[in-house]
């Protein structure tokens, strides 16, 4: 049986606009059928989990006891995945700083998004919002062989790698999750470059984007699949079609960041593709992604648990059903990174 590289990633996160959702329906009820899903399969799944909102929570619990609630389902949640043998890492939404609270509603308002991206806010709020974030991951999680070896950042921000630099070698942190193959973006809001990357798993030392056989760090590039006009045209109206329904509504409910593209870059590498994610895919993608996976080696998936409907859910399932019949199937980051980049 030919091996096949699946790496399958998640999100872990409230909305991140006006309004937040809520943490059972954004995160818990989703991640549960997702890690039933991955348990069928004998997968592991990587979650990101926003430890932003994480800090909040903390802040917040002992004056308001839905808060507490929220903070003893997520804790619970993660310590399962972890003892089931996932990985759970951290994954930063520096603009939770500024959110909000409205404690009749239990939901929080992200409407301040001057601190969106890392790059945005000063020394003390970095070392802060890094190291407390390991912190209460650990915290949470007091699983003897917990290790934080993995990271990705909010909003695909990992640019200028040198602001994270000094926090990987801190804390021990080698595989970096940030890059979405071949995909520029400059916006109101995040701000990244990753049109030169044309490998999926190569070391680095001090640019994300630029192999370097020294260096102390890996990165796993997110894949990205091209999809034709006429499945884009069929999605579309399947989607429409769906949202009535309510097999194919988001689990979760809430509303997204606001943003602005500010001098749209031409990205030839990068058109008419989009991420491989589980949100995204419908039934008549699923042949696209099957192609995929019969012509690489290497598929990352990036979802997010709160975008995820029971029509997408029901189509992942269909997809690695038929993926493990066919493949031997490696979900493994580290023994994928032991095996592409030798020095590690
Ligand atoms: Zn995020």
């Known amino acids: 049986m030919t091996e096949k590289q699946l ?3 998640f999100d872990y996160e409230l909305f991140l606009g006006s309004e937040s959702g809520s943490v059972s329906l954004c995160q818990i009820i989703p991640t549960e059928e997702l890690r039933q899903t991955l348990n069928r399969y004998g997968l592991k799944g990587i979650f990101f989990v926003d430890t932003t909102h994480l800090l909040r929570l903390r802040e917040l619990k002992n004056d308001h006891p839905k808060v507490q609630e929220d903070w003893d389902m997520i804790g619970n949640q993660l310590a399962q995945l972890v003892e089931e043998g996932h990985y759970v890492y951290p994954h930063l939404h520096p603009h939770w700083l500024d959110a909000e609270y409205n404690p009749e509603a239990n939901q929080w308002k992200l409407t301040n998004y001057q601190k969106y991206r ?4 000063s020394d003390e709020e970095r070392a802060y919002v890094f190291d407390q974030s390991v912190e209460v991951l650990k915290e949470m999680i007091p699983h003897a062989d917990y290790r934080i070896e993995g990271y990705r950042a909010g909003g695909w921000c990992i640019q200028p790698f040198s602001d994270f630099l000094p926090f990987f070698q801190k804390h021990g942190i080698y595989g970096e999750f940030s890059v979405l193959k071949g995909r520029i973006a400059h916006t109101t809001t ?6 030169q990357v044309k490998e999926n798993i190569y070391p680095f030392s ?31 109206w399947l989607n429409r079609l769906l949202w009535r329904t309510k097999v194919g509504r988001s689990m979760g409910r809430g509303t997204g960041a606001v943003q602005k593209v500010l001098n ?36 990352h998936f990036i979802s997010h648990p709160k975008m995820i409907s029971k029509h997408n859910l029901a189509v992942f399932n269909r997809f690695l059903k038929e993926a493990s019949e066919k493949y031997k199937l490696e979900s493994d980051w580290k023994k994928i990174s032991a095996k592409a980049v030798v020095n590690l």
């Open 7 to 9: 790496i399958i990633t």
């Open 118 to 121: 890392f790059a945005k806010i």
């Open 190 to 195: 995040v701000d990244f470059d990753f049109s």
């Open 206 to 236: 001090e640019d994300v984007c630029t192999r370097d056989e020294n260096g102390d760090f890996v990165e796993l590039a997110i894949s990205s699949v091209h999809i034709d006009a006429t499945t884009r045209w069929k999605s579309k």
């Open 264 to 299: 749209p870059v031409p990205n030839p590498e990068y058109a008419d593709k989009e991420m491989v994610s589980i949100e995204l895919l419908n039934l008549y993608k699923l042949p696209l992604y099957r192609r995929f996976l019969s012509q690489n080696d290497y598929m």
